[in-house]
């Protein structure tokens, strides 16, 4: 059975770091894309930010391009995303997500509905 757990979150002042990280278990995702994506009260899940495992490639919404990083430990089998410079607007339930690499390319790799599996989140918050 697969798993994906967040952990991470927290409450941090505007203009610092969390790094939220995923644990992924019940299978290897070698032909997976891994994903994560944010959920504010009020508002539609949306993209954050993806890879393609064996790629190299890294997909960022335009919100938090340069500010946020996706890398992964395949020996671990865990995601890792590192905010920097967080803003109140970026406080959301942050999901990790992974998906059966079917086609290639970035639209696949950046909507919610090419993904198969989902953590339970964890809380970010950001103080102004």
């Known amino acids: 059975q697969v798993q994906l757990v967040e952990s991470g979150g927290g409450l941090v002042q505007a203009g610092g770091s969390l790094r939220l990280s995923c644990a992924a278990s019940?299978?290897?995702?070698?032909?997976?894309?891994m994903g994560w994506f944010r959920q504010a009260p009020g508002k539609e899940r949306a993209f954050v930010a993806a890879?393609?495992?064996?790629?190299?490639?890294?997909y960022y919404s335009d919100s938090v391009k340069g500010r946020f990083t996706i890398s992964d430990d395949a020996a671990k089998n865990t995601v890792y995303l590192q905010m920097n410079s967080l803003k109140p607007e970026d406080a959301a339930l942050y999901y990790c997500?992974?998906?059966?690499?079917?086609?290639?390319?970035?639209?696949?790799?950046?909507?919610?509905?090419?993904?198969?599996?989902w953590g339970q989140g964890t809380q970010v918050t950001v103080s102004s």
């Open positions: 019940g299978r290897t995702f070698s032909n997976y894309h």
């Open positions: 997500a992974a998906g059966r690499t079917l086609y290639s390319g970035s639209y696949y790799y950046t909507h919610s509905q090419y993904y198969d599996y």
């Open positions: 890879f393609k495992r064996g790629t190299g490639n890294t």
